[in-house]
């Protein structure tokens, strides 16, 4: 069954940036927010419940964890040659292999959050960053929106990483990070976007 509404349509000024957002006449109005109160916080993280009033006059609260801005880069050491970061998650339990990136702070530029995050993680300076996209993790429970960058023109420029942060750096052909992303070996999920959102690009660019 088809979508009755608009398409999303893009700016190719800005890349990622939605004009228009799917509709659908199928879709009930009046959604209205009642109330929003924090019930836990520590760090960049708050846990917080939304309550809702549906279309049809019911109420309801949802579990919302607020995260914020998330940025990821993908850092081009030279043509066709990228940087990948190694951690330890705790969550995994192995090392995750990633793209430079983190949370940006407190009224942070997006722009700004990747270049400090390339500079702590990876080590670099980018001269140039194209923003490839925007995306939602997951917009049911996670309020957090990830901004995902290309960055050029590198040069060494390194800021101390975060305290509990343990990197190892990787420079390997893009069409090597790709593959990762695509069969599961990167599993993060702005590191996976950013990736075949690059890829994507560039393939409709010819």
């Not at 069409?175 to 560039?202: F, N």
């Amino acid at each position: 069954m088809g979508l009755a509404g608009h398409f999303a349509i893009y700016d190719r000024a800005r890349p990622g940036v939605c004009q228009r957002r799917y509709t659908s006449p199928a879709m009930p109005a009046g959604w209205t927010p009642l109330s929003s109160s924090s019930r836990y916080a520590r760090g960049r993280l708050t846990l917080r419940e939304d309550a809702w009033r549906l279309p049809d006059g019911r109420e309801v609260t949802y579990p919302v964890l607020a995260v914020g801005v998330t940025v990821g880069v993908l850092p081009f050491v030279a043509p066709d040659r990228v940087l990948l970061v190694g951690q330890y998650r705790h969550l995994l339990r192995e090392i995750s292999w990633e793209l430079p990136g983190g949370g940006a702070g407190p009224d942070e530029d997006p722009r700004a959050a990747a270049q400090r995050e390339l500079r702590e993680e990876g080590g670099y300076r980018a001269g140039r960053f194209d923003l490839l996209t925007r995306f939602f993790p997951s917009n049911a429970y996670l309020d957090e929106v990830a901004y995902c960058f290309a960055a050029w023109d590198l040069t060494p420029d390194a800021l101390p990483a975060d305290d509990d942060e343990f990197i190892e750096r990787r420079v390997v052909p893009l069409a090597d990070a790709v593959r990762m992303a695509v069969e599961g070996e990167i599993t993060e999920s702005v590191s996976k976007v950013t990736l075949l959102q690059y890829l994507a690009g560039r393939n409709h660019r010819g």
